[in-house]
């Protein structure tokens, strides 16, 4: 396995999209891998190094303003999920189409990078042959139950009015690992009271590729009716992995990722791609 740095991936302006490109030996697929919000692309090394050893090519790019991406969001610096569905997730599938020289194109897509993958399918943006998602899901606060359920919708509330004070979510402070851009937290907050995507772009509609949404028991911030719930808006299967491993389940499974990646491989290799 050898990991390629790219200065700039895709033209997002104006941002800086910095990506790494792992290659296995034998690749039979490219993955193109989104992070979550506020995650440096660098988390997810363990994970892309498994697939590669699976026979995966990876594309992990940096979300924009996060990590390496410069500029970081500001009152002058914005963008929403349309943005980085239809234009930063479409542009980058039309690079992979070129990396993986023939061979399928699959999106896995970690949290808000779910749902950035699963809004670029139901767009018909993106051209790529299938879509996973971890650790995502509809984000509708009654997928959770009773004080999670208010914890999430007053957290929308707050983060939402944040935006307002500062011109973007200063997400250092909150969580979320670095400041986010206000028209995506306000679209975010606005999934977590409504339990609905079309107020971001026209015509959505389930995708028509093979999809497979992964959970895990006791994550806190995707539980099992949030998992579903995006799979039944995708027509996906679910598989919702027992852990062995510490940490946060949301995240954890990135830097423990051997029942991941055997998850994905298995459902992959039934799809006959």
Known sequence: MSVENIENLVEFPPFVIPAEHYRGSEPRALAILLPAMGTTAGFYGPFAAALAD???????????GTGKSRPRPSWSVDYGYRELAGRYLKDIAARARTLADGKP???IGHSLGAHTAALGAAMDAVDIDALVTVAGGNIHYRNWRGMGSIKVYTAAQLFRA????FGHLPGQFVGFGGPQARTLLRQWSKIIRSGRFDHIADGLHAPRLPALCIGFP?????PAASVEGLADWLQAETAMLQRDWPGNPHSS???HPDA???CIDGWFRRQGL
Not at 162 to 165: E, I, K, Q, R
Not at 218 to 222: I, T
């Open 54 to 64: 699976l026979g995966f090519d990876v594309l992990l790019p940096e979300l924009p």
């Open 105 to 107: 194109v699959m999106v």
């Open 162 to 165: 944040l935006t307002y004070l």
């Open 218 to 222: 006791g994550d806190e911030f995707a």
């Open 253 to 255: 499974w990135a830097r």
């Open 260 to 262: 991941t990646v055997a």
